[in-house]
């Protein structure tokens, strides 16, 4: 029996909408309106689709007529979609609207079994829709937006809760100070996690800010393109092991950090490679292959990863073979549509968790 442990889990993300042509024709039907096109990021990997900004009323419209079926997404979503998948006891927090994509927001968390607190409550939903047209699915981007003016009331909230993971992901600069506060205040031995969005990386003036972070944080995630902004390298390749050499040595430059903390690099279809740093002990580098599948869509590849990796150290299981459970739950992801397709694929092609772990042999 695997233990079941606490999460607490919060993030942003930015806005964005997910488009594709027969996506792009349907829109035109039901708003009268036509998509800006060129993209602007285009989406590799993601079924050839790409992403738009559109008005909020534009979206309503869409929302009402189109025949898809509402599914919730977002970076937290997939990470507490995925730890919940793997027998923890999850909840959400952030901050929702009096509206119909709140009420739609609880409805689904409740379905997956994800406990949901909204902290405040304002007049609309922060919220991305996006859209899928070749899986029929239309997905409703949560991104909360921690508008808690006092950082000590989260602390206390967090207190009382008392979990065992506390993990921020994508952290916009606006939360830089109330994340910093979280985890200053938090529990003795909970496990504080988190992953910066690329606005605070790539803008120096967030440095300071977010390596005071870095220094209270047991476990920190990456990928390749995020951790060149962090150690301001242009170079696109490069050995990750020495990435994360110069990501600890900017941590303790001041000598102020935790006594253990884990660093992440996420290196898409070459795998992951990490480093353990604690007090008075060597450094030890870890580096895990990628599982080969065939790939649908790349959404919630990391977010995935990092659940999973605090899935399994939440278990008791080693950093190796916390590593090969993440490797294996995002390669499940990549196999489907969406940020947690690694629910639907594991729930309907196994009869248990269980039996997927044993099936890649992970029990």
Known sequence: MLDKKRFLVGTSLNPALHFGAELEKEFENLTGKKIDVP??????????????ELPKGDLLAFEAG???????????????????LFGHQVKLIGAIGEDQYAAALVRYCREMGIDFDPLNRGSETPFTLAARCKAGTTLFCYKPDFRVEDPAFLAKYIRFDQP?????TSVRPSELELVRRTFELAPEGTIKAFTPAIRVLNNPDHRAELLAIARLANVIA?????????????DDGGDPIDHLREVVAIIRADGRHQSKLMVIETVGHKGAAAVFAAHGAKDQFFQQEACSVRVVDRTGAGDTFLAAYLGGLAWGWSIEKSLKLAAHAAAENIRGVGGHA???????GYTSVNSWLRHNRLL
Do not use: T, W
């Not at 189109?66 to 919940?84: H, T």
């Not at 065992?164 to 921020?168: A, E, I, P, Q, S």
């Open 342 to 348: 690694l629910v639907d694929i594991i729930n309907q």
């Open 222 to 234: 990456f990928n390749s393109r995020e951790l060149r902004h962090l150690i301001r390298s242009e």
């Open 66 to 84: 189109a025949k898809a079926k509402l599914r919730m997404e977002g970076s937290s979503l997939n990470v507490a979609a995925a730890l919940n």
């Open 39 to 52: 993209a602007i990021v285009p989406m590799e990997g993601n079924l050839g689709d790409y992403m738009v």
């Open 164 to 168: 065992d993971v506390l993990c921020f």
